[in-house]
């Protein structure tokens, strides 16, 4: 049983931003999955409530199978996934958040959200991902690569240059020697590939496993030494309101079983 | 035009009931408190540093050109659609009517989305614009007017259209009577009458358009110097940077403020 709800109309920037009706509905949707959850009896493993996940937009597909597996061997739990880019998910952990696990596309949201002592342990590293270009399905323009970045004639599309999959796009296009003349950065990396998949931009730098979620595009391979390793970092969250079912899902995402998820979603294994 | 008002009406005391001062007064700490919080936070020593970035100042730029640009427009377009809105009687109006409020209850995102599929380079109307004439309205200034004024103009058409509703029809039936053209009514009657609508239309529809994120982000894109207005300047420097962020929103505060407030009681005459 999973919830889906999207960070970039997320409650506290809706507050700051006054975004309206983007905001907020999800509320009444958590609040009728928790219900139902409370209904079904709890089987044998013992785990009984409803926790948090916190994870990187680029773990949207893997995650809620992920979550859905989890709380099929689990009977009594829900799981609710927040997706977003990390560094929104890192604010609104700081800002208070009630979140039980955190799952971060790069280490440096992690570490921030360990120096501020919202951690409980040690975060382990569960996955790894790199870097593809993505072009609308057949490739209208006929991007090759990484140097066609710099055409100004193209509509390119890069991450913002603080999430990470933006700090990675612009590592690669760095050693790659080559300025980007992007159109638009886009604040994650869903929303770029939705942007591709749409035909609205020739090219984009996504993840590997982001190609592979969709048939709307078409990647094209970094060469490796211009390509970057993204590292997944996962942890329990200090003010977890079910530590014990959080300790369990972060075990679930190590085990075979959530590895063979992950895995079959294009990411590389711990 | 005060005239249409009528006679001044005996005035009730100025003292409320004392029943609605608890409620009176929690509403307005409602709403004030979240502003309270947010000057607590403002990093008040870099304030200056920080509003003299090119971040600021051209997110700042955008955010005026294209809000003022999209009220133009609403206006332009708006008054029109609410005159006949109010004043004509064609099968279907109900259905017209709430065609025309529909952005206000759509989530801004899925309305970008919207826009994206009938003006993007593949949309309904924009894919033949795009093959013919090269023109594209996402990731340029024009697609965040575009997205401004999408989301901003039934406010100002719903204000109107009450305006006209309420105003005194008999002063534009004498006109008629002494020979007026209906042209000429509605320029030198029924205009300046619904004045004070309009400028309250043109208020909230310049407030609504100045705070646009979702639309905006999801059809223009995000980039700095282009597209980026403040509402996502705020946005991306939340998960960077939040002294900055929190710096820019109390510009958006401020320049709002200083609209609104001269304007109080043009608004309540509406």
Redesign the interface.
Known sequence: MTSHSHT??ALG?C????????CG?DTADETATAETAIDETTADSGLDGTITVFAAASLTDAFTEAADAFSEENPGVTVELNVG?S??L??QILAGAPADVFASANPSNMDQVIEAGEVEGEPELFAHNSLEIAVPAGNPADVEGLADFADDRL?I?LC?A??PCGEYGRQALDQAGVTPA??????DVR?LL??IE???LDAGIVYRTDVASTDGVDGIEIAEEDNVVADYPIAVLANAGEPDIAAAFVEFALSDDGQAILESHGFDPA | MTAGHGARRPRASGRPPWALVPPAALTLGFLVL?FVA?LQRAPWSSLRELLSAPLVTEALRLSLVSALAATGLSLVGGVPLAWMLARTDFPGRSLVRGLVLLP??????VGG?AL??AF???GLVGGPVYDGTGF?L??SLWGVIAANTFVALPFLVVTVEAGLRSADRRYEDAAATLGAGRWMIFRQVTLPMVLPSIVAGAVLCWARAL?E??AT??FA????G???TM??A???A???D?GA?IAL?LVLVAVSLAVLVPLRDRWLAA
Do not use: H, I, W, Y
């Open positions: 970039l109309p920037l507050l700051a931003l006054g975004l309206g009706t983007a509905d880019a560094t929104a890192r604010e509509l599309g913002a603080d999430v992007q159109d638009t950065d886009e604040p929303s939705t942007k749409a035909g609205e | 979240p947010l206000m209850v759509l989530p801004p995102v989305a994206l599929f993007g380079r593949r594209l996402p990731f705070g994120f979702g982000v999801t894109g995000n980039l700095q282009r597209t980026q509402p996502l705020v946005f991306l939340l998960e960077s939040r962020a929103s």
